[in-house]
């Protein structure tokens, strides 16, 4: 929850006569000047207690101790190729800080990890890189959240101008940007932009993940999102009854992997989603399912094949509860329809988690 209380560290006022001369102290989050210091490592200093405990609670408890020998070594103590591994450290802590906050719809917590992974970008690889797009993004994903729309627009003309100078960067980079500019676009009202946008995301990362991917699915979700804001809903019935197909194969495959494993529990087994893939694909189909809840058509058809999927993705991600809610939604909406080829396996699945419930 954001807000929530915490052990925040410990500052002191800074003490001058123990710093070098002529050196003005900025505080970490707004680079005003500080006049805080963090105990801990001594090394970070803050305007205000706000922005301080912003910070601790975003990225600083994890990096504390780690930003000592990164701000106090001198390239006489230690080679510039240490300094360089140990910021390259803290960089991939801070990106992974960032990017789990966000996952969990954190916006606002993931804010200072994402910026201090940008600072440190730029201090490894320069500005203006390539490498600086993926932190652009998340920084951008971030202030989206928080509704900077201004902020976000800035950020990623800064993205944009860092691959217009790398023209041989990946199809992963033009997928992420192109899904960051059609999420502005769509937040700004501009649609048919969005499209445009949306159709070059879905290009890119079926090139680089497969057609089938659930990273391609997201981009097909939103270009239907963009199409039912339209009024265009026969292509935006397609589009998303084209994804629920696709998971609903894809899940099936990965419910058949996890029976595999219960039967064989010796066997060492990869977990089958990853956390932030769980969410992204949670996020897609409940989009999905709301939007057939809410049509005029009705079709319990849909419906019936999209809870049957967030049935099979919540019992991958162990919740039986929810797994329980959306098969017995699933069955229902098959009831409405006579000789639904869905139903036996629905009624296996809730066996199978009421099974290894108890
Ligand atoms: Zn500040
Ligand atoms: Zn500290």
Redesign the pocket.
């Known amino acids: 929850m954001e807000g929530e209380r915490h052990v925040f560290?410990k500052t002191s006022k800074i003490i001058s006569l123990a710093l070098p001369k002529a050196t003005e102290k900025l505080c970490e989050l707004c680079q005003r000047p500080a006049n805080l210091q963090?105990?801990?490592?001594?090394?970070?200093f803050y305007c205000d207690a706000e922005h301080q405990q912003a910070d601790w609670l975003g990225i600083?408890q994890r990096i504390?101790?780690l930003?000592v020998p990164i701000r106090t070594l001198t390239l006489q103590r230690a080679g510039q190729s240490e300094i360089q591994l140990k910021k390259a450290e803290l960089m991939e802590i801070c990106r992974s800080v960032a990017q789990s906050k966000l996952s969990e719809g954190k916006h606002k917590e993931a804010l200072p990890a994402a910026q201090f992974c940008l600072c440190a970008s730029i201090d490894i690889h320069g500005p203006s890189t390539v490498q600086l797009v993926p932190v652009y993004l998340l920084l951008a994903d971030a202030n989206m959240g928080m509704g900077n729309l201004k902020l976000v627009a800035e950020l990623l003309s800064q993205a944009e101008w860092a691959v217009l100078k790398s023209p041989e960067c990946g199809h992963e980079v033009y997928h992420q940007l192109h899904r960051s500019l059609g999420r502005l676009h769509v937040a700004t009202g501009n649609l048919e932009a969005a499209v445009v946008n949306f159709a070059n995301d879905i290009y890119y990362s079926s090139e680089e993940y497969g057609l089938d991917s659930t990273i391609t699915c997201r981009g097909y979700v939103l270009m239907a999102d963009v199409f039912a804001k339209q009024g265009k809903t026969p292509i935006a019935r397609s589009l998303y009854s084209e994804v629920a197909h696709t998971l609903h194969c894809l899940l099936n495959k990965l419910i058949n992997t996890k029976v595999q494993n219960v039967q064989n529990p010796g066997m060492w087994s990869e977990p089958l989603f990853g956390k932030s893939q769980q969410v992204e694909v949670g996020e897609t189909l409940r989009t999905i399912l709301e939007f057939w809840q809410n049509d005029s058509r009705n079709d319990s058809g849909q419906i019936a094949l999209v809870a049957h999927c967030l049935a099979m993705l919540e019992f991958l991600g162990g919740d039986s509860l929810k797994a329980l809610g959306f098969g017995n939604m699933a069955l229902q909406a098959c009831q409405l329809i006579p000789n639904h080829d869905l139903v036996e396996s629905i009624q296996a699945l809730l066996q199978l988690v009421q099974r290894l419930q108890t």
């Open positions: 560290g963090c105990t801990g490592c001594r090394v970070t600083h504390c101790p930003l």
